[in-house]
């Protein structure tokens, strides 16, 4: 059985990935591989190699939720190392808790496990805090740091969110590429 890699997630503006392409260069001496503006995303739900049934009744079923949900504004606030507290993997930018975020992505969870073989999913355990990666750290490279930086700077931004879309990841020696297979308005 054909499957393809998936996830829902939250898109960005132009003008925010613009902002963000800024702040990549700043840290282009690290090693680090950046993450191309047009991977720049918001993860709610990594679905996996998934079927095109199960991709058929992830899209009806997101739909049905979407429509439950209001647009809504994201808080981004700054850039740091993650994950806190561990050897840094990523450069990302952190947005603040918001309980439209995290009321989607219960609603998408719930209804896409209770599903007919739905493996492909699984809940998240940790209290969900919205995040763009701008780049993954070669965590050897950044061991031999003499003094590694702490990166940790301001970044106040809102994004409004109106969608949610359907994301397909495909794996490349040069890092993944992300297409949209379906974009789903929330409920206006």
């Not at 702040?23 to 709610?44: C, F, G, M």
């Not at 700054?78 to 050897?87: A, E, Q, S, V």
């Not at 003094?147 to 301001?154: A, E, Q, T, Y």
């Not at 994004?159 to 297409?179: C, H, P, W």
Request: aromatic letters at 8%.
């Amino acid at each position: 059985m054909k499957t393809q890699r998936l996830f829902l997630a939250i898109n960005l503006p132009e003008n925010i990935k613009n902002k963000l392409l800024i702040y990549q260069r700043q840290w282009e001496d690290l090693p680090a591989r950046k993450v191309p503006k047009s991977n720049l995303h918001i993860t709610l739900i990594f679905l996996g190699d998934t079927s095109n049934d199960q991709m058929y009744n992830t899209i009806k079923i997101s739909e049905h939720i979407a429509k439950k949900h209001k647009p809504f504004k994201i808080n981004l606030q700054r850039i740091i190392l993650g994950p806190p507290n561990k050897t840094p993997r990523v450069i990302w930018v952190e947005g603040k808790r918001n309980q439209e975020i995290a009321s989607l992505k219960n609603d998408l969870e719930n209804a896409l496990l209770n599903l007919e073989n739905s493996n492909y999913i699984k809940k998240e355990t940790r209290a969900y805090k919205p995040h763009i990666t701008l780049g993954r750290i070669k965590t050897g490279q950044w061991k031999k740091l003499e003094n590694p930086p702490k990166i940790n700077k301001l970044f106040d931004f809102n994004v409004f969110v109106d969608s949610i879309e359907l994301m397909q990841s495909n794996l490349k020696r040069t890092g993944a590429e992300y297409a949209v297979l379906e974009s789903i308005n929330l409920g206006l």
